[in-house]
């Protein structure tokens, strides 16, 4: 099988780093990459050379079997690839309903990296856990740039500073690692979820855990927030705003597959924050967790600094780039047989990927 990395159009990270490269084509797979493909991961086209095939866009779409991205190819992009051929991305299709129709039409097959199941037996392939880990990693660094204040505690000839205080909404993936990220810098943290089994994950990380009676917990929602009463957001929005208004850094990561953030962080909390306070919503894509959050925007509201930014991971693309190069290869040994794909429906993982599977009429 001929694989194809594209170059993204608007992002840092590259699909396949060389290193992985090197174990795909250990598969028994030819590769090839566009040229300049790496080029804002830190990874120049020398470095593919010992592993793969450097082409120009117009002759890969022409050569590859399979194609591989982060994001969907560009509507132009499409229209160019042969009818017939393979795709890997991250198509997003609960965010967009109308791209499995869009590749169907275009005679061509994908696989949908966010569609694998959130399970242990898949989490080699979990991008999503991948790509959450770098965004809260780099939410708190990004808050700390912008806070106008130490996060630790700093004891000094000039007086004493007391530690920031950090308040994490959802605790998954990426609010674990903002709350361990945050603990390392030497900020206090509180940590709210839904969910009761993060209860012991959060404590275990050293930050204090702010329960909310009578969540409704799905522990079937792969690792995503579910829609809860109006009663109690209700109840959430009044314990966040109590704590809010005593936190230097908030950091706003519930979202809901397929449907829009739910709002912890209304306006008229944030006007009751401290002078100098920031929030970072990691949710700002769908809507956001903060009612003032505009997606890929930093704005100051009376005071408060607001980062709407989904986007975070792709602001460290080299270790962004070898983890998901790395989920890409664990899939692909899935798909692929004695160098050639083989898709095998019976497999879970493969099926929930594959968005543009034959539809089957029922008898």
């Given at each position: 099988m001929k694989l194809g990395v594209l170059k993204e159009s608007d992002d840092h990270r590259v699909a396949l780093?060389?290193?992985?490269?090197?174990?795909?084509?250990?598969?028994?797979?030819?590769?090839?990459?566009?040229?300049?493909a790496g080029k804002m991961a830190s990874i120049v086209d020398a470095d593919y050379t010992e592993f793969a095939s450097l082409l120009p866009r117009e002759e890969l779409l022409k050569t590859a079997d399979m194609l591989i991205s982060i994001h969907t190819p560009t509507e132009e992009t499409l229209k160019q690839i042969p009818q017939g051929r393979h795709l890997i991305a991250l198509f997003q299709p609960f965010a967009d309903d109308s791209i499995v129709e869009r590749l169907r039409k275009a005679g061509l097959e994908a696989f949908s990296m966010d569609m694998i199941p959130r399970t242990t037996l898949a989490q080699s392939m979990d991008v999503l856990s991948s790509m959450a880990s770098i965004a809260?990693?780099?939410?708190?660094?990004?808050?700390?740039?912008h806070l106008p204040r130490y996060f630790p505690m700093m004891i000094t000839a000039a007086g004493s500073v007391r530690p920031a205080k950090v308040l994490v909404l959802g605790a998954g993936v990426a609010g674990l690692q903002a709350i361990a990220t945050a603990r390392r810098l030497g900020a206090m943290v509180e940590a709210f979820d839904v969910r009761k089994a993060a209860k012991e994950e959060v404590e275990?990380?050293?930050?204090?855990?702010?329960?909310?009676?009578g969540a409704r917990d799905d522990a079937d929602a792969g690792g995503y927030a579910v829609e809860q009463s109006e009663d109690f957001l209700r109840r959430q929005r009044e314990e966040v705003q109590n704590r809010a208004m005593k936190a230097d850094v908030i950091i706003t990561t519930a979202q809901v597959r397929g449907r829009k953030a739910p709002i912890l962080v209304p306006a008229t909390t944030v006007e009751q924050m401290k002078q100098g306070a920031v929030i970072v919503d990691l949710a700002a894509s769908t809507g956001g967790n903060c009612e003032l959050s505009q997606n890929a925007k930093t704005i100051v509201h009376k005071g408060v600094t607001i980062i709407g930014d989904s986007a975070l991971a792709s602001g460290m693309p080299q270790d962004a780039s070898l983890l998901y190069s790395n989920n890409l290869f664990n899939f692909l040994q899935l798909l692929l047989k004695d160098g050639e794909l083989s898709i095998d429906l019976e497999n879970e993982i493969v099926r929930s990927a594959y968005i543009t599977a034959p539809q089957t009429s029922e008898a």
């Amino acid at each position: 099988m001929k694989l194809g990395v594209l170059k993204e159009s608007d992002d840092h990270r590259v699909a396949l780093v060389p290193a992985t490269a090197k174990k795909i084509k250990a598969l028994g797979v030819e590769i090839f990459v566009e040229k300049g493909a790496g080029k804002m991961a830190s990874i120049v086209d020398a470095d593919y050379t010992e592993f793969a095939s450097l082409l120009p866009r117009e002759e890969l779409l022409k050569t590859a079997d399979m194609l591989i991205s982060i994001h969907t190819p560009t509507e132009e992009t499409l229209k160019q690839i042969p009818q017939g051929r393979h795709l890997i991305a991250l198509f997003q299709p609960f965010a967009d309903d109308s791209i499995v129709e869009r590749l169907r039409k275009a005679g061509l097959e994908a696989f949908s990296m966010d569609m694998i199941p959130r399970t242990t037996l898949a989490q080699s392939m979990d991008v999503l856990s991948s790509m959450a880990s770098i965004a809260g990693y780099k939410a708190v660094l990004t808050a700390a740039n912008h806070l106008p204040r130490y996060f630790p505690m700093m004891i000094t000839a000039a007086g004493s500073v007391r530690p920031a205080k950090v308040l994490v909404l959802g605790a998954g993936v990426a609010g674990l690692q903002a709350i361990a990220t945050a603990r390392r810098l030497g900020a206090m943290v509180e940590a709210f979820d839904v969910r009761k089994a993060a209860k012991e994950e959060v404590e275990s990380l050293g930050a204090k855990f702010v329960e909310i009676e009578g969540a409704r917990d799905d522990a079937d929602a792969g690792g995503y927030a579910v829609e809860q009463s109006e009663d109690f957001l209700r109840r959430q929005r009044e314990e966040v705003q109590n704590r809010a208004m005593k936190a230097d850094v908030i950091i706003t990561t519930a979202q809901v597959r397929g449907r829009k953030a739910p709002i912890l962080v209304p306006a008229t909390t944030v006007e009751q924050m401290k002078q100098g306070a920031v929030i970072v919503d990691l949710a700002a894509s769908t809507g956001g967790n903060c009612e003032l959050s505009q997606n890929a925007k930093t704005i100051v509201h009376k005071g408060v600094t607001i980062i709407g930014d989904s986007a975070l991971a792709s602001g460290m693309p080299q270790d962004a780039s070898l983890l998901y190069s790395n989920n890409l290869f664990n899939f692909l040994q899935l798909l692929l047989k004695d160098g050639e794909l083989s898709i095998d429906l019976e497999n879970e993982i493969v099926r929930s990927a594959y968005i543009t599977a034959p539809q089957t009429s029922e008898a």
